[in-house]
């Protein structure tokens, strides 16, 4: 499972690129939105979890912090090896 921590406002063009990418490729995801709204997790959480994030989106594959840049690569490599669930 992926997860992808974002924000919807202002919009993050890199947060739906991510989600974008997981889309193409078919692979399970979640968008977890960081802000002050209800359902959104605090900043302050977010950077408990994070504490060397320094922007959005941060992205989890599995337990592992992926860059967007290696987004694709990781999906490709997982889903050739059967652990990425579709």
């Known amino acids: 499972m992926i997860k992808i921590y974002g924000r919807e406002t202002p919009p993050c063009s890199r947060c739906k690129q991510a989600a974008n990418i997981c889309e193409m490729k078919g692979a399970e995801y979640e968008v ?3 802000g002050t709204k209800p359902g959104e997790i605090p900043e302050v959480k977010f950077f408990q979890m994070f504490p060397n994030a320094s922007f959005l989106p941060v992205i989890v ?26």
């Open 32 to 34: 977890i939105n960081v």
């Open 61 to 86: 594959v599995d337990d592992t912090e992926v860059p967007l840049t290696k987004l694709l690569e990781t999906i490709n490599s997982k889903q050739s090896l059967g652990g990425l669930t579709l």
